[in-house]
């Protein structure tokens, strides 16, 4: 008897990550995060911290904090284990030389609902 797949519902995690298009349009902005962050988010990864001792040489035991990859600052959102409401804050860079002007775009997985603010924002060149 052949292999059967079981069918069910999809859920939003069947849907993968979504990302920020921050290159749409001419816009040039940049997601900025740094060593820092992201030795704080592997030392919560329960494992990796002699991973990253025995490629970097250096020890993530010594940052006092851990941040979630909701919490890096990537234009990709992933949020493991969704069961309740979350705040997930972005901060965008202008890196032109003029102001520019953002409008936010979005489509929401089946099962969730989102709400994003600001919808519309303006940011001058250098500016957060």
Request: charged share 15%.
């Amino acid at each position: 008897m052949p292999n059967q797949m079981k069918i069910t519902p999809t859920t939003p995690f069947d849907m993968g990550s979504g990302f920020v298009n921050a290159t749409h349009h001419r816009i040039r902005s940049n997601f900025r995060f740094g060593y820092d962050d992201y030795m704080s988010f592997l030392r919560g990864i329960n494992g990796s911290q002699l991973v990253v001792l025995n490629y970097t040489g250096r020890s993530c035991r010594t940052y006092n904090y851990t941040i979630t990859g909701a919490d890096l600052n990537l234009p990709s959102i992933t949020i493991a284990k969704l069961n309740q409401s979350k705040t997930v804050q972005r901060t965008v860079t202008n890196i032109t030389g003029k102001d520019e002007y953002y409008s936010v775009g979005w489509s929401t997985p089946y099962g969730v609902s989102i709400k994003v603010s600001p919808t519309h924002f303006s940011i001058a060149s250098g500016e957060k």
